[in-house]
T-cell receptor, first 116, second 116 residues
């Protein structure tokens, strides 16, 4: 595998289900991101992890719970979601060198989530 | 606060014609700017980026962008569009988070359609 991979690519879940999205980066980066992409809205940054520490949580509802066990893996745990949470969830990674400005992010293909 | 505006939601051009996608940003300091492309069902791929130096930046797939500080713009151009360029294009500006880390703010995107 190369780049950033995400599984599953498609997920349909009911509002009472619990599921997890997985992201893995094979680029040796130390920062990872979750974005939400809804129709007709800009990409929304949800969470940022740098060196496995959560450094940004953009007022995301608690029904979304991120986990970053190491610098290569990032999870998004989902529970009791709402239909408006249906969207494409994108994972990205970058190299966070404090003081060096290059925030080029590499994106995975996304997970298309549908909440019934 | 940093923001990015892409005034054109949807653009249609004929194959072989030239293309210009507009991007305006709002940022207090020297911006670090990016253009990404997203094909249907895919994640985002970096086309080019601007940090400093020459204001005309060359990217992949024959794209270029010009940074104009006086106009707060970073427009994307291509002299001759190919059918495979049909996709959604996102402009982004790098920003500093309260935590001292960095993230990207994206525009709402421009969908490009290419007519034969």
């Amino acid at each position: 595998e190369t780049g950033v991979t995400q599984t599953p690519r498609h997920l349909v879940m009911g509002m009472t289900n619990k599921k997890s999205l997985k992201c893995e980066q094979h680029l040796g980066h130390n920062a990872m991101y979750w974005y939400k992409q809804s129709a007709k809205k800009p990409l929304e940054l949800m969470f940022v992890y740098s060196l496995e520490e959560r450094v940004e949580n953009n007022s995301v509802p608690s029904r979304f719970s991120p986990e970053c066990p190491n610098s290569s893996h990032l999870f998004l745990h989902l529970h009791t979601l709402q239909p408006e949470d249906s969207a494409l969830y994108l994972c990205a990674s970058s190299q966070d060198n404090e003081g060096f400005i290059d925030n080029e992010q590499f994106f995975g293909p996304g997970t298309r989530l549908t909440v019934l | 606060a940093q923001s990015v505006t892409q005034p054109d939601i949807h653009i249609t051009v004929s194959e072989g014609a030239s293309l210009e996608l507009r991007c305006n940003y709002s940022y207090g300091a020297t911006p670090y700017l990016f253009w990404y492309v997203q094909s249907p069902g895919q994640g985002l791929q970096l086309l080019l980026k601007y940090f400093s130096g020459d204001t005309l930046v060359q990217g992949i797939k024959g794209f270029e962008a010009e940074f104009k500080r006086s106009q707060s713009s970073f427009n994307l151009r291509k002299p001759s569009v190919h059918w495979s360029d049909a996709a959604e294009y996102f402009c982004a500006v790098d920003r500093l988070l309260d935590t001292g880390r960095r993230a990207l703010t994206f525009g709402s995107g421009t969908r490009l359609q290419v007519q034969p």
